[in-house]
């Protein structure tokens, strides 16, 4: 009668993990330490992500309201370097053009804008002057904070519109105040909320063309004529703006679409989170290198334990399990942690920033899928060492 050949024992998936458990464990301090490599890693990375994400959703929300179709004709420079002048029927002109639903101007104005007349004339208060339309913010999708915008009464009498940053320099608060233009005072009746397609308005006091003509010297030629059109038609109006602006004279004419100065930040939004993930990729490595190397010094302090579990017949695959395993679990464990932490600040970020917390699940599951792989590589070697020991050599080391 022949006996059959014994066959090495199989842990059970369970017993894997808790035999993977036991040395991280034992050394609690040396684990955090180890793990916080990894999850410092992990939640640069989380972060990084969702926050670029939040920023982007937050600014295409804001374009999608603001509109992409606003496009503006600014006078330049003629062939000679001077400055041009806008015909005083471009708006007319504009609104000519088929798909054209929406047409307004502003006009500069040489105006010395100050506080008061105990001011210097020599001190400006760094704020611009111009004469403006009254269907403005309707064509900008812009609104007041305080106070009224103009209308057909108040275009013609000597009172203004600050932009928000124009009445912070200006210290003004609310409509009823008074501020100069050149010498004569005007009244404030009311406050923008910030423009965001058209940012130099901020800083601008506004006032209606008639009153302009009248109070100001203004010649009555627009500056800049601002154009809105249905989003399948922008391109065929931008091809034929200037040319329409100015007939003979179209290269004097600058054509811009301001929605492409957000939509250009966006896109540098995103170059910086390259920059950063590659950051958070480095964070992870050094994470992986702390934990190799608590693996190789895990290996060198059990020796005895690996040289009895072999005496008692642990194959080499078996020793090289249980420490693969111990280095995914200590990984998982950083990993999660990272996750979690990455999770958070992007939410609290966020949530003060006023943005729709967006967290790509995919950055998430990257995240703990990376830090996997970087356990099975930190912990190949040091297995591969362990089951490599002799029992002998190793149950007689010290």
């Given at each position: 009668?022949?006996?059959?050949?014994?066959?090495?024992?199989?842990?059970?998936?369970?017993?894997?993990?808790?035999?993977?458990?036991?040395?991280?464990?034992?050394?609690?301090?040396?684990?955090?330490?180890?793990?916080?490599?990894?999850?410092?890693?992990?939640?640069?990375?989380?972060?990084?992500?969702?926050?670029?994400?939040?920023?982007?959703?937050?600014?295409?929300?804001?374009?999608?309201?603001?509109?992409?179709?606003?496009?503006?004709?600014?006078?330049?420079?003629?062939?000679?370097?001077?400055?041009?002048?806008?015909?005083?029927?471009?708006?007319?002109?504009?609104?000519?053009?088929?798909?054209?639903?929406?047409?307004?101007?502003?006009?500069?104005?040489?105006?010395?804008?100050?506080?008061?007349?105990?001011?210097?004339?020599?001190?400006?208060?760094?704020?611009?002057?111009?004469?403006?339309?009254?269907?403005?913010?309707?064509?900008?999708?812009?609104?007041?904070?305080?106070?009224?915008?103009?209308?057909?009464?108040?275009?013609?009498?000597?009172?203004?519109?600050?932009?928000?940053?124009?009445?912070?320099?200006?210290?003004?608060?609310?409509?009823?105040?008074?501020?100069?233009?050149?010498?004569?005072?005007?009244?404030?009746?009311?406050?923008?909320?910030?423009?965001?397609l058209v940012p130099n308005l901020d800083r601008v006091a506004l006032i209606g063309f008639p009153a302009a003509e009248r109070y100001l010297g203004f010649d009555g030629h627009p500056?800049?004529?601002?154009?809105?059109?249905?989003?399948?038609?922008?391109?065929?109006?931008?091809?034929?703006?200037?040319?329409?602006?100015?007939?003979?004279?179209?290269?004097?004419?600058?054509v811009s679409r301001p929605s492409d100065a957000l939509a250009a930040k966006a896109a540098a939004d995103q170059g910086l989170t390259s920059l950063m993930l590659g950051l958070g990729?480095?964070?992870?490595?050094?994470?992986?290198?702390?934990?190799?190397?608590?693996?190789?010094?895990?290996?060198?302090?059990?020796?005895?334990?690996?040289?009895?579990?072999?005496?008692?017949?642990?194959?080499?695959?078996?020793?090289?399990?249980?420490?693969?395993?111990?280095?995914?679990?200590?990984?998982?464990?950083?990993?999660?942690?990272?996750a979690a932490l990455g999770a958070a600040a992007t939410s609290t970020f966020a949530m003060a920033q006023g943005w729709e917390v967006v967290i790509p699940l995919w950055s998430l599951?990257?995240?703990?899928?990376?830090?996997?792989?970087?356990?099975?590589?930190?912990?190949?070697?040091?297995?591969?060492?362990?089951?490599?020991?002799?029992?002998?050599?190793?149950?007689?080391?010290?």
């Open positions: 009668m022949t006996g059959s050949a014994l066959q090495p024992a199989r842990l059970a998936g369970a017993d894997i993990l808790r035999i993977g458990a036991v040395g991280l464990r034992a050394r609690r301090a040396r684990v955090v330490l180890s793990a916080l490599g990894i999850a410092i890693g992990i939640a640069t990375m989380v972060a990084v992500v969702g926050l670029s994400t939040s920023s982007r959703a937050d600014l295409m929300g804001r374009l999608d309201r603001l509109g992409t179709n606003l496009l503006t004709a600014e006078a330049g420079k003629d062939a000679l370097g001077q400055d041009v002048k806008l015909p005083k029927n471009a708006e007319p002109m504009v609104e000519r053009i088929g798909p054209v639903q929406q047409a307004t101007a502003i006009g500069q104005l040489d105006t010395r804008i100050r506080r008061s007349d105990v001011v210097p004339e020599d001190q400006p208060a760094g704020v611009t002057a111009q004469a403006a339309r009254t269907d403005l913010l309707t064509t900008l999708n812009a609104s007041t904070a305080k106070g009224r915008w103009l209308d057909r009464a108040s275009e013609r009498l000597p009172v203004t519109v600050l932009g928000a940053v124009a009445a912070e320099r200006l210290g003004i608060t609310g409509p009823g105040e008074k501020i100069m233009m050149n010498n004569r005072y005007v009244v404030v009746i009311g406050i923008l909320r910030p423009v965001e500056t800049t004529v601002f154009e809105r059109s249905p989003d399948a038609s922008v391109e065929d109006v931008r091809a034929v703006l200037a040319r329409t602006v100015m007939p003979g004279s179209e290269g004097s004419v600058k990729a480095v964070a992870l490595l050094v994470g992986g290198v702390g934990v190799a190397n608590t693996m190789v010094i895990s290996v060198l302090e059990r020796r005895q334990e690996i040289g009895l579990r072999r005496a008692l017949g642990a194959t080499k695959g078996a020793i090289r399990l249980q420490f693969v395993t111990e280095s995914l679990l200590l990984s998982a464990l950083g990993g999660a942690a990272g599951g990257g995240g703990l899928a990376a830090t996997l792989l970087i356990g099975i590589l930190a912990g190949l070697y040091p297995a591969i060492r362990a089951s490599g020991l002799h029992p002998t050599v190793a149950l007689h080391a010290t």
